[in-house]
């Protein structure tokens, strides 16, 4: 049965009408965010000042050696805008908070779906319109996970390494790569896990300690356990919400013999071959650059 010109139309209007409707709702599902955003990035410093967890200066102890690792990538798990030293941890301006599980028993960070980024690049956009107004003294954020290249001694020979470090309360991994083997966990690990990888094989243990700086700690403390590093602007940074352009946080660690182990030679190498053990993985410093 052959179909009027007519009817042929119409059929053809209709398909268009829908065609049309799924297109706007498919927009409307996924909205882009308008107008100014707060942007943050990551620099890693080995020569910025090396604190301890009240951030006060800190030499390494007698009897331990540190060397400043070359940063791959890092993880952020989370963001918080703070208005003042006695603001408690969540109080202030949460931007932003890495997804939770329970794969593995209690709750964890889920490191399959956290954001890994590199140096300078774009870590995290935030629209300055959801953002209260307000000032804010100071900066707070979780760092959930560390990549970076070492150096370490076998046989009085020294050789290259890449160290995968977990710095968050609790992450679940399925499985993660240190630079070209995979590990596979299939399992929650507290703070002050880690994965290394040589020419050799591939191994993991766990950190005695992770440095944390909060110069607050005083006034606000954070939860054992958490990497909440805390920095205080240079000035206060200013929400008026009638910004329009962008303001760029660039978020500044200090790597400052951030790798520290039991130097039992005192040769300031870190000797495998004599079973030193790493004692501390965590970063020593945050300080932040508003522009």
Same mark, same amino acid.
């Given at each position: 049965?052959?179909?009027?010109?007519?009817?042929?139309?119409?059929?053809?209007?209709?398909?268009?009408?829908?065609?049309?409707?799924?297109?706007?709702?498919?927009?409307?599902?996924?909205?882009?965010?308008?107008?100014?955003?707060?942007?943050?990035?990551?620099?890693?410093?080995?020569?910025?000042?090396?604190?301890?967890?009240?951030?006060?200066?800190?030499?390494?102890? %007698?009897?331990?050696?540190?060397?400043?690792?070359?940063?791959?990538?890092?993880?952020?798990?989370?963001?918080?805008?703070?208005?003042?030293?006695?603001?408690?941890?969540?109080?202030?301006?949460?931007?932003?908070?890495?997804?939770?599980?329970?794969?593995?028993?209690?709750?964890?960070?889920?490191?399959?779906?956290?954001?890994?980024?590199?140096?300078?690049?774009?870590?995290?956009?935030?629209?300055?319109?959801?953002?209260?107004?307000?000032?804010?003294?100071?900066?707070?954020?979780?760092?959930?996970?560390?990549?970076?290249?070492?150096?370490?001694?076998?046989?009085?020979?020294?050789?290259?390494?890449?160290?995968?470090?977990?710095?968050?309360?609790?992450?679940?991994?399925?499985?993660?790569?240190?630079?070209?083997?995979?590990?596979?966990?299939?399992?929650?690990?507290?703070?002050?896990?880690?994965?290394? #990888?040589?020419?050799?094989?591939?191994?993991?243990?766990?950190?005695?300690?992770? %440095?944390?700086?909060?110069?607050?700690?005083?006034?606000?403390?954070?939860?054992?356990?958490?990497?909440?590093?805390?920095?205080?602007?240079?000035?206060?940074?200013?929400?008026?919400? %009638? #910004?329009?352009?962008?303001?760029?946080?660039?978020?500044?660690?200090?790597?400052?013999?951030?790798?520290?182990?039991?130097?039992?030679?005192?040769?300031?190498?870190?000797?495998?071959?004599?079973?030193?053990?790493?004692?501390?993985?965590?970063?020593?410093?945050?300080?932040?650059?508003?522009?």
């Amino acid at each position: 049965m052959k179909k009027s010109f007519k009817s042929t139309l119409l059929l053809g209007a209709l398909l268009l009408g829908i065609a049309t409707l799924q297109g706007c709702n498919k927009k409307s599902e996924n909205p882009q965010p308008e107008g100014p955003k707060v942007i943050f990035k990551f620099q890693f410093d080995p020569t910025q000042e090396r604190l301890d967890n009240f951030g006060q200066p800190a030499a390494l102890p %007698t009897g331990n050696a540190g060397q400043n690792p070359t940063f791959n990538s890092i993880g952020a798990h989370y963001f918080e805008l703070t208005p003042t030293a006695f603001t408690q941890l969540g109080n202030g301006q949460v931007l932003y908070q890495a997804p939770e599980v329970t794969n593995g028993g209690d709750k964890a960070i889920d490191f399959e779906q956290s954001i890994i980024k590199g140096e300078n690049e774009t870590y995290l956009e935030v629209p300055i319109s959801s953002i209260a107004a307000g000032n804010y003294e100071y900066l707070r954020v979780s760092l959930s996970y560390q990549n970076y290249s070492i150096k370490f001694n076998f046989r009085n020979s020294e050789l290259d390494a890449t160290v995968a470090s977990f710095l968050g309360f609790n992450t679940y991994l399925k499985s993660y790569t240190i630079k070209d083997k995979q590990v596979t966990v299939n399992a929650n690990k507290l703070q002050g896990y880690w994965g290394i #990888e040589t020419a050799f094989n591939t191994s993991t243990g766990d950190a005695a300690r992770t %440095t944390v700086p909060n110069p607050i700690a005083s006034t606000s403390p954070i939860p054992a356990g958490s990497c909440v590093v805390t920095a205080k602007f240079d000035t206060p940074l200013q929400i008026t919400g %009638t #910004e329009t352009q962008d303001i760029v946080i660039t978020v500044m660690l200090s790597t400052n013999q951030s790798f520290e182990w039991q130097d039992t030679n005192g040769n300031g190498k870190w000797d495998v071959d004599l079973d030193e053990q790493v004692v501390d993985m965590g970063v020593r410093g945050m300080k932040v650059k508003v522009e």
